[in-house]
Each structure stands twice: as structure tokens, then as C-alpha cells.
């Protein structure tokens, strides 16, 4: 499962859409979008290509999901129709007590497209704990629908176009049919039996059509499975201090969206999701793209972050292709699990053998002296630790503990790669010591060691990227505060540090209008945070 604003019931009303409207309306889409559909081929399938030259960090795609199912766990913090979170007064569902709307509207919306079927009956469908989606997104789409909508519609499909609004778009999914071998059948019982007892009175199903649906069934059951994308929201980090609050990201449902999934994968995409607001999907270009160039979305396998083989082992078992993008073709691994090449300092990665990435050389390093040495510097990161335990009531100990860390960067930089995560690990403590002893100059370049290592591996949109600038931010902050304390005051130092935090805010204000939906808690959360230090300065 992969990890515009139409109102349901007008995404509904495309399902009766003669061909001349769909292609006007494709006209008039591709107007406004920077790209255009590939014909299919039987390596890659579709595609989106750009129709012309597109800028890094451009708007790629606003979509709204076709359907969308919301996360069991979160039927009480989320809206179950617009999955936007809920506030202190949340409306009820009329009849069962499991979920809940942000407003009136969502619960009509909701009520009247399909849950006055499924109301009372939301555990019926969770078969398993990993396979909570496919069952009711499939039985959605054909309540959104109507049954004998989607039945009649069966002899004038034609899966070898390419549709992109409405259930012929849906339809056209692919199912991977041949190579997927899960055992629908229980699914496709439980879901046609639900459907048959609870259709209108005038929606008359008759024992040949039942087959059909039957087979309709299982078709998106395969659908959902390879097509959907899931959703996220981000929030309030609840382990991080209250006075230094960060973010967290959560998956909260999955969603079918008819022009994303259209986006063939890589490793090293070129476009990516920022965020989603409620189920609407916001995606934006990760660097220049050229006329006629492909769009690449990635379906959770990165070369940042994972290594070669467990890439391809992964989109095989669930996508099932053999991944040939840019990334694995020149053989790219994260160097945030890189040792350090003797021979050239690149980064070493262990994937079946020893690669180093820059000078290509092979099973050159010496393994049991990597090891004696990452197992020295280990029991100074625990030598460290153990001097925090006990600094909350001795605070010299955090002296102690910074020296234990400082040995153990030494240690560990002779053998890992400078980004690699243990080295990530060490400087992150040794920031709390600085900051704890006051040594906000050293907290300050720690913290920017760290936001360049969460750019390296991550899109400068990522959540973890505004929580790096964020901690930057707060050591700045801290160290302005510190020097315009001191007599004399340094005016040099003090205008520097203030023209650094000013550029640092505006950076972490635009992040934040991307990465958060406006007008959310988070949001003006830290708009007010953010507000305060600028008042500071």
C-alpha cells in the first residue's frame, strides 16, 4: 500500500459521464497541471509526464481521495468523512457511537454516500489487523456507486484506456491479478453477502449478476491492496518537552486517488507527498524536472534509507516488479548505515559485500578492527548515559557525560561514514550536555550538524527536517539571549546571531504553511512559538 477540492457527491455524479465530457474535462485538467498521462507500456504501465519544465518545490498535484478509510484508531481524534481533526465539540454519528464528523455537513455527506449501509457494522469488516483497508474500501466504492450502477457499467469498460475521473478510472486499476496470490474469497463472501442484505429495495441483483459481483469484488480487493496510498497527519510530538514541542507524523487512514496513482515508482523520486489536508493529497516537485521528463513518486522504498536488496525484496513481494529506477541501476545505498573507506573516506555500505560508494573499491575494510572499535565506542556512549542518570542531582556530571561522548565521536569517526546514524546519535547527546552546561556556542554547531545530516537523508519537506530547524532555532535563540545578557554587550556577535534566527524563522514559517494544514492546532501552535522569538530579537 503506497505510502481539485470536488465535493463527494460531484465525484459521484462523474460515474455517468459520457466519453466527449471525460476527455473535456481532461482537457481542462491538463490545462492547469504541469503534466500529461503516458500511454501504457508492459514494463512500466502509466505514467505522468511533465508537459513542461517544472521548478523544485513547484505544486505537482492537489488531489482529493476517491475514497478514503479512516484508521480504527483514530474514529475519536479525526473526522470519520474528512479525516480533519476533530475539536472539544465533535457531532456524532445519528445511529452508532464508533465515529464522529467535524460538522453537519460531513455527517449528511457521509450518511447519505455510504454509511447508512455500513453504520453498526464496522468491525464486521476487520478481517485482520493488516488487512483492515481492502474490505472496505472495496464494499465503499460500491456504496459511493450503487451496485447496479457499477454493474451496468461492466460491458462499456474499457481497461486498456486510460480514465481519469469516476469509476471508470477506479475500474482501470491495476490488480496484478497473476502474480497476486492472497485468498480473497472470505473477503469476497463476507462483502457480498453485506452488500446483498442491505441494498435498496430497488436495487434488484439477480443470481447471474451476483457472479459478476463477485468477481467485481475481488477485483477491487486486488485494487486497494497495490493502489492505495496512506494518509498522514502530523502532530504535536507528545514525547517531546512541552516547552520545546516538536513534531510527530501518524498514519491515520488509506486513500484510492485516480491521478496519483498513476506515478510510477523510484527510489530516488523527483516529486513527493507534503502533506495531506484531511484526504485531499498536496505534492510538490523535489528538485527541477525537464519537458518530457517522467514523474517519479516513491512508494517507500528510498535509497536514502534502505539498502539495495531490501528494496527490490520489498516491491516485489508487494508491488510485484523488479525495481529498475536511477537509484538501483547505479547502485545507490544509504549512507546513514555507511563505514568509513580507508582508502578515500567515502561511505562503505555492507549490502552482500563491502561497496565503497565513491571509489568503488570492494571488501577492503578491515571488519574485526570496525568492530573492536564501534564496540569501544559503544561503552562510552553507556559511560556517558550513565553520568546523565545521575545529573539531574549533580550537575557536573553532565561534564563527565560530555567527555565520555566526545571520546566516543572520536572513536566512531575513524570507522563510520560522517553522516552514518551512530554518529548522529553521539552528537544529539552531546547538544543536551551543551545545553545543559550553558555552552550554547557548541549547541548551536551541534544543532547544525545535525540539520545538515536530517537534509542529507530526508526531503527538505519532511517533518523531521522542521523539527531540526526547529532545535536549531531554540540553541540560537538561547545563544542570543546568553550574549545580549552579558556587560559589554557584543554588538557584532549579537547582530550576526540575530540576522542567522531571522533567516532560521522565515525558513521554518514557509516549512510550516507547507508541512501543516492552515488554521490547524499545530499550526498555530507554532506560529505563536515562533511568533514569540521574533519578539525576542
Not at 475539536?87 to 455537513?105: E, F, G, L, T
Not at 574485526?368 to 546523565?388: A, D, F, H, P
Request: glycine share 4%; hydrophobic share 35%; with cysteine.
Amino acid at each position: 500500500m503506497i505510502s481539485n477540492n470536488v465535493m463527494e457527491t460531484d465525484e459521484v455524479s462523474t460515474v455517468q459521464t459520457t466519453a466527449s465530457d471525460a476527455d473535456q474535462l481532461h482537457e481542462s485538467r491538463n490545462q492547469l497541471e504541469p503534466f500529461v498521462v503516458a500511454p501504457r507500456n508492459e514494463q512500466s504501465g502509466r505514467g505522468l509526464i511533465a508537459s513542461r519544465d517544472i521548478r523544485k518545490g513547484e505544486l505537482i498535484l492537489t488531489e482529493k481521495a476517491y475514497v478514503a478509510i479512516l484508521d480504527k484508531r483514530h474514529y475519536k481524534t479525526h473526522c470519520y468523512h474528512c479525516f480533519k481533526k476533530l475539536d472539544v465539540r465533535p457531532m456524532a454519528c445519528r445511529q452508532c457511537s464508533q465515529i464522529s464528523y467535524c460538522s453537519k455537513q460531513c455527517a449528511d455527506e457521509s450518511w447519505t454516500s455510504y454509511h447508512d449501509k455500513e453504520c453498526c457494522f464496522l468491525d464486521v469488516f476487520m478481517i485482520r489487523e493488516d488487512f483492515q483497508y481492502p474490505p472496505k474500501m472495496a464494499m465503499r466504492i460500491l456504496l459511493k456507486n450503487g451496485i447496479g450502477n457499477c454493474l451496468s457499467q461492466l460491458p462499456h469498460l474499457d481497461d486498456t484506456t486510460i480514465p481519469r475521473v469516476g469509476y471508470p478510472a477506479m475500474h482501470s486499476l491495476v490488480t496484478h491479478e497473476k502474480d497476486d496470490k492472497n485468498d480473497y474469497n472470505g473477503a469476497s463472501a463476507l462483502l457480498m453477502a453485506f452488500l446483498l442484505e442491505t441494498r435498496s429495495d430497488d436495487e434488484i441483483i439477480s443470481t447471474g449478476a451476483q457472479s459478476f459481483l463477485n468477481n467485481l469484488i475481488i477485483k477491487h480487493l486486488q485494487q486497494t491492496n497495490v493502489n492505495g496510498i496512506t494518509i498522514t497527519d502530523k502532530l504535536i510530538d507528545p514525547q517531546a518537552p512541552k516547552d520545546d514541542p516538536l513534531l510527530t507524523e501518524d498514519d491515520i487512514g488509506c486513500g484510492i486517488y485516480l491521478t496519483a496513482r498513476l506515478l510510477n515508482h523510484s527510489c530516488s523520486p523527483n516529486v513527493a507527498i507534503s502533506c495531506f489536508d484531511g484526504v485531499t493529497l498536496i505534492m510538490h516537485a523535489l528538485r527541477d524536472i525537464k519537458v518530457s521528463e517522467e514523474l517519479y513518486h516513491c512508494y517507500g522504498t528510498h535509497h536514502k534509507w534502505q539498502l539495495k536488496s531490501k528494496r527490490q525484496k520489498l516491491l516485489s513481494e508487494s508491488y510485484y516488479f523488479k525495481c529498475s529506477c536511477s537509484a538501483c541501476e547505479a547502485n545507490l545505498q544509504p549512507l546513514t548505515k555507511a563505514l568509513k573507506c580507508n582508502k578515500c573516506d567515502g561511505g562503505v555500505v555492507a549490502d552482500g559485500s563491502l561497496v565503497c560508494m565513491n571509489c568503488k573499491s570492494i571488501d577492503h575494510l578491515d571488519v574485526q578492527k570496525i568492530i573492536t572499535e564501534t564496540e569501544t565506542g559503544l561503552k562510552m556512549l553507556k559511560l556517558g548515559n550513565g553520568y546523565v542518570e545521575k545529573a539531574e542531582s549533580d550537575k557536573s556530571k553532565y561534564l563527565l557525560a560530555e567527555q565520555a561522548y566526545k571520546e566516543a565521536l572520536v572513536i566512531y569517526s575513524t570507522v563510520l561514514f560522517a553522516v552514518n546514524k551512530e554518529i548522529t546519535t553521539v552528537v544529539k547527546k552531546l547538544r543536551h550536555c551543551a545545553i545543559k552546561t550553558s555552552k550554547y556556542d557548541e549547541a548551536v554547531e551541534y544543532s547544525k550538524q545535525l540539520l545538515q545530516t536530517i537534509v542529507f537523508e530526508y526531503d527538505e519537506r519532511d517533518y523531521r527536517v522542521f523539527n531540526a530547524l526547529m532545535q536549531l532555532i531554540n540553541c540560537q535563540k538561547s545563544l542570543y539571549l546568553s550574549v545580549k545578557a552579558k556587560t559589554p554587550v557584543d554588538k557584532n556577535k549579537l547582530n550576526l546571531l540575530k540576522t542567522e534566527l531571522l533567516l532560521n524563522l522565515d525558513k521554518i514559517d514557509e516549512l510550516r504553511n507547507l508541512i501543516l494544514r492552515r488554521g490547524s492546532q499545530e499550526c498555530s501552535s507554532f506560529a505563536q512559538r515562533l511568533s514569540v522569538i521574533r519578539k525576542l530579537l
